[in-house]
């Protein structure tokens, strides 16, 4: 009887997260098209904080043992942000902008929690659906390269990065697939299991938040 309480009691927080991580989107939708952009883009470090700490507590992130891949993760992707900002041989010429949070040498340190994020969410998507590693790798690789379509609109008017030639060369979405198929591979070999229905939540937040405003700039 204890255990279906705690339960209930699971699913039912549980819930509450999803509808924040919903929230936080809409309301934003919302509050960016009545003209309060300002507002609601300089809170965007706060919002990745939480969604990613959400995330974390559902996955679950419960234990050391799995926290390091997650860390290998942030590490990687804030080396190849560094490798691609300075260098510009991975995803182009582009610049981060102000409202990512601190930076460091020229990468905001939030741009990792973003890359851990939707790799964790893309990876548990894909463990749902296929079973061949290679195919969990592969539908990962291709969820990071869909998002990151939608967002590439967004990125220079939310002062999130700007490329040089005004737009995110093709380029920069085959090295988003190649890094991402990377990560993904890393990701299954360390055998972790993550929970769909948070991280699919997660994911089609981030994705109605963003074609909504691949429609809008585009207008």
């Known amino acids: 009887m204890n255990e279906l309480i705690m339960t209930n009691k699971s699913i039912h927080i549980k819930s509450w997260a999803i509808f924040v991580i919903w929230l936080f989107q809409v309301s934003a939708i919302i509050g960016i098209s009545l003209g309060f952009q300002e507002w609601f883009i300089t809170k965007t470090p706060f919002n990745l904080l939480l969604t990613a700490l ?23 992707s804030i080396l190849v942000e560094w490798i691609g900002v300075h260098f510009g041989f991975l995803f182009g010429n582009y610049a ?6 601190f930076k460091l040498d020229g990468v905001p340190l939030l741009i990792g929690v973003t890359w851990a994020t939707l790799i ?41 990065w700007i490329w040089a030639d005004g737009a995110a060369p ?6 988003w697939f190649g890094v991402s198929l990377l ?8 055998k972790m299991k993550g929970d769909f ?12 938040f963003f074609i909504y405003f691949y429609g809008y700039h585009r207008l």
């Not at 990560?183 to 360390?190: D, I, K």
Request: charged share 10%; aromatic share 20%.
């Open 197 to 208: 229905t948070f991280s699919y939540h997660i994911y089609a937040a981030q994705i109605v």
């Open 120 to 160: 964790l969410c893309t990876a548990a998507i894909a463990d749902r659906f296929v079973k061949p590693i290679y195919l969990k790798v592969m539908v990962g690789a291709l969820l990071m390269v869909f998002i990151d379509f939608f967002i590439e609109t967004s990125a220079p008017p939310f002062d999130f």
């Open 54 to 76: 959400l995330l974390f507590l559902y996955y679950p992130i419960d234990s050391f043992r799995k926290a390091i891949p997650v860390l290998v993760i942030y590490a990687a």
């Open 96 to 101: 981060y902008g102000n409202n990512l949070g």
């Open 170 to 175: 093709l380029r920069n979405y085959v090295a």
């Open 183 to 190: 990560l993904h591979g890393f990701y299954h070999q360390q």
